[in-house]
């Protein structure tokens, strides 16, 4: 049973940064994409940082060169670190987990955490 819980989240003011954290168990597969999305009242989830089983990364743009994703195979834990953080960056965080080696912004996800919530005040 795959299991992925996040932490980390918080309230900050602008500029400010936070971790993430989501612990995976149950990932017993050799290649998963794993990704960080997020999402706010009234939007659609929406997918911003990607790390394939080789550590090569994508983001969306509205978070790249601020965001960065990255994963501790021996801890089994993905790493969302987040600076010069903005008001609207203020949402619901999500990792989500996909097995196999296709890795995209866009693709579906396998398997998906509770969520974890940032907040960001100017």
């Known amino acids: 049973q795959v299991e992925l819980v996040e932490s980390g989240g918080g309230s900050v003011h602008t500029g400010g940064s936070l971790r993430l954290s989501c612990a995976a168990s149950?990932?017993?597969?050799?290649?998963?994409?794993m990704a960080w999305f997020r999402q706010g009242q009234r939007q659609e989830r929406e997918p911003i940082a990607i790390i394939d089983s080789d550590g090569l990364s994508t983001y969306v743009h509205s978070v790249k060169g601020r965001f960065t994703i990255s994963q501790d195979n021996a801890k089994k834990t993905l790493y969302l670190q987040m600076n010069s953080l903005k008001p609207e960056d203020t949402d619901v965080y999500y990792c989500a987990a996909r097995i196999g080696r296709l890795c995209l912004l866009k693709g579906t996800f396998d398997y998906w955490g509770q969520g974890t919530q940032v907040n960001v005040s100017s």
């Open positions: 149950g990932l017993t597969y050799s290649s998963v994409c």
